[in-house]
């Protein structure tokens, strides 16, 4: 019969131990494999906010692509230091070496122009009620096109002459309001559109642009 125990005892070890092995063994880590240059596998990580940045609606569906073309340099190499006397007063609130020009990659195969500026002085986020910009984009809203028009539609000639006679607004993205307006040229329409929050200032020639640089600025990790 103490034999019998001592068989018994000696299979339930036996099994015991395969059982600790099995278990061990199991939670062995694999050793990581890195992936080969140029395969799917290969993860970016690139985040450079000078990338082009795909900006998607609720449904995940694009909406376009913004990508950089220049930005914190010399505003002055692309628009005027001076123009109109309403230009020269929105001017003068602007930064001079804060800026951002941008190329927007629309879903129906368009381009198109945008140009973000940033309200001087450049480390401080002014609130809406204390900060003159709008009433003073407001007063130049006629005379953008003359002053930024061939950036803005450098395919367009006349631009220079046109002036803006009416602005609607409407909502851009919650509390950021946008506003434009259409002219033509040649009986072909166009729109300007601009919209200003945080110390910020956007101009674009479509309204997708403006909202993707928008996004870009109020929303950078939804991309």
């Given at each position: 019969?103490?034999l019998f ?103 129906n195969g ?33 005379f953008m ?79």
């Amino acid at each position: 019969m103490k034999l019998f125990h001592i068989v018994l005892i000696i299979i339930l070890v036996g099994i015991l131990s395969l059982t600790l092995l099995f278990l061990m063994s199991g939670n062995t880590e694999s050793p990581a494999v890195s992936p080969v240059p140029g395969s799917s596998s290969q993860v970016s990580t690139d985040t450079n906010f000078d990338s082009i940045m795909p900006v998607v609606d609720g449904d995940d569906h694009v909406q376009g692509l913004l990508s950089i073309a220049e930005r914190n340099t010399d505003v002055h190499k692309h628009i005027p230091r001076s123009g109109t006397s309403a230009y020269d007063q929105f001017i003068s609130l602007m930064a001079d070496d804060r800026f951002t020009l941008f190329t927007c990659e629309l879903p129906n195969g368009s381009s198109s122009i945008g140009l973000m500026l940033v309200e001087a002085p450049s480390d401080a986020l002014v609130a809406p009620e204390i900060s003159p910009i709008l009433r003073v984009a407001n007063q130049w809203e006629p005379f953008m096109l003359q002053d930024i028009g061939q950036l803005l539609f450098p395919e367009v000639t006349g631009t220079e002459n046109s002036l803006l006679t009416n602005f609607t607004e409407y909502e851009l993205l919650p509390f950021v309001n946008g506003r434009m307006s259409t002219f033509q040229v040649d009986g072909v329409e166009y729109e300007i559109h601009y919209a200003w929050n945080l110390s910020y200032i956007f101009f674009a020639s479509s309204r997708e642009c403006l909202s993707l640089m928008a996004e870009a600025v109020y929303s950078p990790y939804t991309h």
